[in-house]
């Protein structure tokens, strides 16, 4: 069959929504009235929602028509049966705990295990992952490769671990180490695959110092694709193959099933062993709910167990990897650089290198997260200092400024969402952008919140 240029949606329309396009000055009062933050801008008045790939995707036929099938029974409800054993074929584990979403999954299995002054290692923990660690006075630990933190390194697997900083580690910190972690993708470090070779060698390390290890599973299959696409010795095998193994390496996961679940909430534990399950089930009912629900609607559960089988469709995830390159490559030809090479659910624009004149202190991403908004309707993420920097006291009384190590902008991709030519209409806009860069300011703080500031945090623009 004849290659085509052109990348298909491998699917047809069935249910549409209108996109909003407001002018210009609409959006920038819209901006100016939230404090110059995106989590706070009205979704009906964005036009092209890439602030994340979490629960935005469109459920296909099939999964709405389960969820009319679904049995909302409190306990022992045919719908978890039928979801439970989708993940234990997937996974190969036999203790399922649903979830409303990952960072429940999260809380509850950090609650059941961490106490005051453990240490997690992992290749980078999100957000939410550090923040329920750290909420528990223990220490998330990143230990990425070098070439996960160089944003134009062309490294096909950036999300790896160092292992030999991970041996080092763990038997330095055994006693102090209740499980180690892996994210895939590595959604922090630029949703960088990790290789199947590295989760091999991870998997050796947590053995070998006998720590059991817990897979951050939300984007695995678009991980499982990259490993097939990248790492040579996988080209053969199929992605449910790959995601088998990535799986048989560990002990157990947690994922946000809003990512690769396909679904517009959920997420479980799935865990080999049935230490921590009575635990982790009697703080399930304490918070979220029986264990055959965890906080979702049976209807729920139904569009998940399908989702979880067609997000292992290799013609979806091609269309997936293949968009996403396409507005890297688009970016990176309009005079835009992005962390390199692209992943799967976003491209992370490197903010460092396109606004060199804005200094880390003024925030760049979050002026170029404005930018965006106002030019194109982009909603867009600042992965950089407006989230991770650091205020600490220094010398004399005044505060001194630690920012992040990478001011990064991601566009993430919602699944089965946007087109081809909704990509095409955002990268004939960016002409624009580029060519007025210089006239771009940095912004400043007017409100900064205790905890997760990005959410919450207001701004104004540095005169
Ligand atoms: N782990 C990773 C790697 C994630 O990317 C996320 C969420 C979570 C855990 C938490 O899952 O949102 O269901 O509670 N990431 C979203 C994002 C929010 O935009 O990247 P959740």
Wanted: glycine fraction near 8%; aromatic fraction near 10%.
């Amino acid at each position: 069959m004849r290659k085509h240029r052109t990348i298909i949606e491998p699917f047809k329309i069935k249910v549409v929504e209108p996109l909003t396009i407001l002018s210009h000055e609409e959006r920038a009062s819209i901006l100016k009235e939230v404090g110059y933050n995106l989590f706070l801008v009205p979704a009906a008045a964005v036009t092209f929602d890439f602030l994340t790939d979490s629960g935005t995707t469109a459920m296909s036929a099939n999964q709405w028509a389960a969820m009319m099938v679904a049995d909302e029974s409190y306990a022992g409800s045919r719908s978890f049966a039928k979801f439970e054993k989708v993940v234990q074929g997937l996974t190969g584990y036999d203790f399922v705990i649903p979830t409303h979403q990952g960072r429940a999954a999260e809380r509850l299995l950090f609650e059941a295990v961490l106490k005051p002054g453990m240490k997690v290692p992992s290749n980078n923990h999100f957000d939410t992952t550090r923040a329920n660690i750290e909420h528990l006075n223990a220490e998330a630990v990143d230990l990425v490769i070098a070439d996960g933190r160089d944003p134009s390194s062309n490294y096909p697997f950036k999300g790896n671990v160092d292992l030999a900083r991970l041996d080092e580690f763990c038997a330095a910190e055994r006693a102090h180490i209740p499980f180690g972690m892996i994210t895939i993708t590595n959604n922090t470090g630029g949703g960088q695959p990790v290789s199947l070779e590295n989760l091999r060698g991870a998997s050796d390390i947590y053995r070998r110092h006998d720590i059991p290890f817990i897979v951050d599973a939300c984007r695995f299959a678009e991980n499982a694709f990259l490993i097939k696409l990248r790492e040579p010795a996988h080209s053969e095998r199929t992605v449910r193959d790959i995601a088998h193994e990535i799986f048989s390496l560990a002990d157990g996961c947690m994922m946000s099933a809003k990512k690769d679940g396909l679904v517009n909430i959920g997420g479980f534990i799935a865990l080999r062993d049935r230490t921590w399950v009575d635990s982790l089930r009697s703080l399930l009912i304490l918070t979220e709910g029986f264990p055959t629900y965890g906080g979702l609607a049976a209807r729920d559960l139904e569009a998940l167990a399908v989702g979880l089988e067609e997000v292992l469709d290799e013609r979806y995830l091609e269309y997936r990897v293949a968009m996403t390159r396409y507005m890297a490559e688009g970016l990176n030809k309009a005079g835009i650089p992005t962390v390199q090479p692209p992943g799967a659910h976003a491209v992370y624009i490197d903010v460092k290198r396109f606004l060199p004149h804005i200094p880390s202190h003024e925030f760049p991403g979050q002026s170029l997260v404005c930018e965006l908004f106002i030019r194109e309707g982009v909603r867009s993420c600042e992965i950089g200092s407006a989230m991770f920097g650091r205020f600490s006291p220094s010398s004399g009384g005044a505060t001194s400024f630690i920012p992040a190590q990478m001011e990064l902008v991601r566009l993430a991709f919602p699944r089965r969402v946007y087109t081809q030519s909704h990509f095409d209409y955002i990268l004939e806009g960016m002409e624009e952008i580029v060519a007025d860069k210089n006239s771009m300011r940095g912004m400043r703080l007017t409100y900064d919140p205790p905890f997760l500031r990005h959410f919450t945090a207001r701004f104004e623009p540095v005169d």
